[in-house]
């Protein structure tokens, strides 16, 4: 299998976290998105999106999509709750990652970290927007170690791959103390570091 990614990037990140945590052995091929490498005619022959992560498949097939890799790869494993009502909350965490945390908290990161924008600079409506995804992060959380059920799911997986840099894009983790210590038990459970 191959990896397609940008190491810079949380999406990228989860899908070689999953990976790892799995046993499951990959070839990691880096892609700089800074530097145009996702639109080049092999990439987008492989995701005609021109994004980031692609993975390439054993059998030559390939998958995009962070969330979508990330769920083939975890298929049958401890990563996925057995119990339907679990995972169906596993896969709302995950859907609500890329609509309602990522476009905020990650984009603040990228605008902050990769651009060099000051953090007062801003749009206003998304560093309301990232407060709010970490709010909700934070209410999720109370007297839960983890997101779905006792254990590490995916839904920490790819939830967790942002928020352990909202401080890159100006969010202090300190005001949401149950997401800061979330994130430490994710990171050891997932052996990140």
Same mark, same amino acid.
């Given at each position: +299998?191959?990896?397609? @990614?940008?190491?810079?990037?949380?999406?990228?990140?989860? $899908?070689? #976290?999953?990976?790892?945590?799995?046993?499951?052995?990959?070839?990691?091929? !880096?892609?700089?998105?800074?530097?145009?490498?996702?639109?080049?005619? !092999? =990439?987008? /022959? +492989?995701?005609? %999106? @021109?994004?980031?992560?692609?993975?390439?498949?054993? !059998?030559?097939? /390939?998958?995009?999509?962070?969330? /979508?890799?990330?769920?083939?790869?975890?298929?049958?494993?401890?990563?996925?709750? %057995?119990?339907?009502?679990?995972?169906?909350? +596993?896969?709302? #965490? +995950?859907? #609500?990652?890329?609509?309602?945390?990522?476009?905020? $908290?990650?984009? /603040?990161? =990228?605008?902050?970290?990769?651009?060099?924008?000051?953090?007062?600079?801003?749009?206003?409506?998304?560093?309301?927007?990232?407060?709010?995804?970490?709010?909700?992060?934070?209410?999720?959380?109370? @007297?839960?170690?983890?997101?779905?059920?006792?254990?590490?799911?995916?839904?920490?997986? %790819?939830?967790?791959?942002?928020t352990r840099l909202a401080h890159e894009g100006g969010f202090d983790l300190a005001a949401y103390p149950s997401v800061k210590a979330w994130v430490a038990r994710v990171e050891q459970a997932l052996n990140i570091r």
């Amino acid at each position: +299998m191959k990896i397609y @990614g940008d190491s810079k990037s949380g999406n990228c990140l989860k $899908v070689s #976290w999953t990976a790892d945590f799995l046993g499951r052995p990959y070839d990691w091929i !880096d892609v700089d998105i800074l530097q145009g490498e996702s639109r080049t005619a !092999d =990439f987008l /022959a +492989m995701n005609p %999106a @021109g994004q980031v992560p692609v993975v390439l498949l054993d !059998d030559g097939r /390939a998958l995009a999509q962070s969330n /979508a890799i990330i769920l083939h790869l975890a298929e049958g494993s401890p990563l996925i709750p %057995a119990d339907a009502y679990d995972r169906a909350r +596993m896969l709302e #965490w +995950m859907f #609500w990652e890329q609509y309602s945390h990522e476009p905020y $908290v990650a984009v /603040a990161r =990228f605008q902050v970290r990769y651009q060099g924008k000051p953090v007062e600079d801003l749009e206003p409506r998304l560093v309301e927007r990232g407060n709010a995804a970490l709010a909700r992060l934070e209410q999720g959380l109370q @007297g839960s170690s983890f997101l779905v059920g006792d254990r590490v799911t995916l839904a920490d997986v %790819a939830l967790v791959a942002y928020t352990r840099l909202a401080h890159e894009g100006g969010f202090d983790l300190a005001a949401y103390p149950s997401v800061k210590a979330w994130v430490a038990r994710v990171e050891q459970a997932l052996n990140i570091r």
